[in-house]
């Protein structure tokens, strides 16, 4: 088995749970990208991680991918009804 075989796998289970389960895969996302941000900009800007803020973006970051699920949502109510 490749490296692309395995991403290819990835991929479709991830375009999967979100067909099924988007509320679901939104906290993922916001799981996800909030902590990956948070690490990355804690090296940039102090060239260490303080695990104990990221524990914080992580306790946030659901409310955060459901708020993200929100907007996309009322973004698309709009778009609808002003067709």
């Known amino acids: 088995m490749d490296l692309g075989t395995i991403v290819e796998g990835m991929w479709h289970s991830y375009k999967t749970l979100h067909q099924n389960h988007p509320l679901v895969g939104a906290v993922l996302d916001g799981e996800v990208a909030y902590i990956m941000g948070d690490i990355g900009s804690q090296l ?11 524990g914080y973006t992580a306790a946030l970051a659901p409310t955060y991918g459901l ?10 109510v709009v778009g609808n009804v002003c067709k």
């Open 67 to 76: 708020a993200a699920y929100g907007v996309v949502q009322t973004g698309d």
């Open 44 to 54: 940039l800007k102090e060239r260490r991680i303080d695990w104990r803020k990221v």
